[in-house]
Each structure stands twice: as C-alpha cells, then as structure tokens.
C-alpha cells in the first residue's frame, strides 16, 4: 500500500529544475490570517538528497514528515484576498493527502511522525482572535466566518482523525499532546467562527475520552474557563458548545459522585445563571444540571439554593428563563429533599406571582400545572398555602392583567378544592393583616399631617443673622512678653 502511496505522492509532485523525488522549493512563510507564524528556517529540514541509483524510493517516514513540513506554512489570507495562490491550493491538497494516510494507515505512526503531527497542529490552529472582531460582536450580529477556514477545516479533520486513529500510541502522543496543549486547544472555544467550535466539540469530546489520564486537567482548564468568564471579562463565545461537551462527560460520570465533580456543580456550573447572557446557553446548563441531578437526587437542594442566590431583580426576561429551569429541576426532586428548601422557595414564587410584568406572574402560576409540583405542594400545603394566599389574594384585587387575574383565580380554586378549611384561616389572617396594615399607614398619614401643619403655622423666632466682623478692623499682632 505504501508503494501506491509513495508512486501516487511522485506522480502528483511539480516537477523541479533540479534532481528528481526532491520538493518543488517553498514560498518564504507568512503571517496567518489566524495569526500564527511558521517558522520555516528552524523547522522543515533541508530536502533529503537524490537517493542513489539502486537503493530504493524515500522511506515511509520521510514522506510523511515532509508533507508535514509542508502544512507548516501558515497564509494570510486577508492578504491573498482568496484561494488563488497556487501554494494555498498545494498545502490544501497535501493537507488531504495526510487525512487519507491517516485514516488508512495501518502500521502505527512513529514518535517522529506523531511529534510532527502535533507540531503542525500548533502551527496552524493556536492564534490569537482579532480584537476588532471580539470588541464588536452582540447577540445580533451575523456570525463571523474565518477566511482562513479553508485550511483550518482540514487540519481539524486531521487532527480528529489522529486522535482517533487506533496506530497512534496514547503514550507516546501524551508526551506531546500535553496540558498545555490541550489548554491552547480549549482557549481556541472563544474562536468568533461557530464552525471552528462545532469541530472543537468533537475533537475535545475524543481528546477526554482517549487520553484519560488528561481528564482531571480538562475539567479544572475548563472550571478556569467558566470562573474567567462570570466574574471577569463576561464575554466569551464557546460556553454553550463547553456545556455540551461537559452533558456527556456528566452522564459517564460513575456514582456515587466523587467530591470534586459536585464541587464543580457549586463552583463552577451553579455560577454560570449570574451573567446577562445567560440565555445563550441556558439549555445546555439546564441539561448539565439535570443530568448531576439524575446522578444524585440530593443535590436538589444545592440546585435550588444556587438558583435562588443568582436569581434576577430587574431582568423579567431572565426571571422567565429561572422559572423554566426550576420546573426542570423540581420534576427531579424527591418529597424529602423539596421540604428542606420549600420555604424560601415559595416566597420566592410568591415575589414572582405579584409581578407587575404579567409574562412573569404568569408563568409563575403556570407551575401549578405540574402534575409532579401539584402532588409536592398538596402533601406540603400547611406551609406553603399560608406563603402563597397573601400574593393569590393581591392578584386577585389588584393586578391589572386580565389573563394572570383568571389563571389565579383557577389556583385558588385548587386550594379550595384540595383543603377548604386551610384556605379559609388564610384569608381570615390575611382580613386581619390588611386591617392592621390600613390602620398603620392611617395612624402615619395622621402624624405626617400634624407635622405639615406645625411647619406651615409655627413662626420663626430667634435672630439667625452671623456676626461679620468689621473688613476696617486693623490687625493686631500678639505681643511677645
């Protein structure tokens, strides 16, 4: 096969002026649209010698490294403005030849081959972003697309190919796809182009599930990621596809739960509902949680208490978002775990029913729909009705929205229904909260008044004139005795 290989290589190579089987000479290198550099002084040897009549075609080894030194070239791109560059279209055409190889190869790679490998990698894919592209970028804008994507896509695909390739040594690739490798790879997650992190999520999904001895580094590189992104710059565009990656290595987690996967529940995951932008990728973190959840139903209340600790004030939308996840996480919860935190729980829903934003209000009662959080709070009703009439009570009074004032009404109705009594000692209390309550603001209405008419009839009396010495008093030094 790799006789076919070799003649395939000779038959595809521009011929040069100078001794046959040697490489056409390369353009000098540029600086990358992607930002890299290839140094081709130091790294692509100097061609191998014309072999001697008689002693056989280049080895295996060397063709590969040399189509690897080749793909050290990085272009510009922008510069190029397109793919007209006849060197841009050579490298894209060994960059495929060397997928094919790797993809077919059936004796294992060398250690020279897999340094090689990895070098290149580096080479071509560990840049830094523009910042002009990074400063601007909002939910609205169109997607940014990299123009040097058309190189990139079929690194990527080599890269996924290498690693999952069974004739590369894990041990031996180890040595070189190290930590701080694999911590550039994940840094290229902030990448602006949505196609460089769909392939990024394959590729660190294959990198977690080989190289194992890496996967303690990965999650705390990625913990980094999220802590950099919360409580620093608040700006980053690979969260959600970090997340999916993330919902399958939750789901292969093995119970019990080690003590540093629920710490990265509490530090890491819980933390992601406080910025604005949660809504980017707030099914991803839903389903991450859930997923910690189905693992360990205990940690419910962790999950409440996290949510209730990040919850919006003045964001309705994002408050309309927390609704939704907490009826995903209460579906979860088990009877025991749902009393420990039903009572800040409620009055934190009843807070939401007397919202003036009536999406809010409604979507509040709309959990009551719920067949799992109906069957949770008739069997807790003692304490959660008494929680929840003051707010039922005040809809029902004053809230200006037609459709929140009917769906209250039906709650209520299911309270009655469910214990008449109870609900019965709950409005008399809250008649004799009102009653209390109208009578302190009159009692403070009257005191106010008092005071308004003391201040308007009461005439000023004392002289509030200051004493301004004389600008002609002459200066009298201290006498010295």
Known sequence: MWKQFLGKISRKSPKSGGGGGSPPAKSPPTRG????????????????????????????????????????VVFDFAAERGRDSPEVERKRQVLVSLVDCVSAAEEPLTEEMISGCVRMFAINLFRVFPPKVRSVASDEDEPFFDPSWYHLQVV?????????????????????????????????FDSDDPRERECLKTVVHRVYGKFMGNRPFIRKAVSNIFYRFVFETDRHN???????????????FARPLKEEHKLFLWKALIPLHKPKTVGLYL????????????????????????????????NSQKEMMFL???????????????????????????HCLNSSHFQVAERALFLWNNEHLFDLISQNRQVILPIIYPALERNARWHWNQSVLNVTMNVRKMFLDMDERLLLACQSNFQEE??????????????????????????????????????????VAPTMT
């Open 283 to 314: 099914p991803q973190l839903t389903y991450c949680i859930t997923q910690f959840i189905e693992k360990e139903p205990k940690l419910t209340g962790t999950v409440i208490r996290g949510l209730l600790k990040y919850w919006p004030v003045t």
């Open 33 to 72: 649209g992607n930002g890299a550099e290839a140094d081709l002084s130091a790294s692509p040897p100097p061609p191998a010698s014309p072999a001697p009549a008689g002693s056989g075609a280049e080895t295996r080894e060397d063709v590969f490294l040399r189509k690897l030194n080749i793909c050290c």
């Open 156 to 188: 990527y695909e080599l890269l996924l190919r290498f690693v999952m390739s069974p004739v590369v040594d894990v041990k031996v690739a180890r040595k070189y796809m190290d930590n701080s490798f694999i911590s550039r790879l994940l840094d290229l």
């Open 434 to 475: 009102e009653e209390k309550r109208a009578a302190s603001e009159e009692r403070r209405r009257l005191v106010w008044e008092r005071l308004e008419k003391n201040a308007a009839f009461r005439p000023v009396t004392g002289d509030i004139s200051f004493a301004v010495p004389p600008t002609s008093a002459p200066l």
């Open 238 to 252: 690979g969260i959600a596809e970090l997340l999916e990656v993330f919902g399958s290595v939750i789901s292969g």
């Open 324 to 350: 939704g996840e907490l009826e995903e996480v209460l579906e979860l919860t088990e009877m025991a775990d749902f009393q420990k935190c039903a009572v800040p729980l409620f009055r934190r829903i009843a």
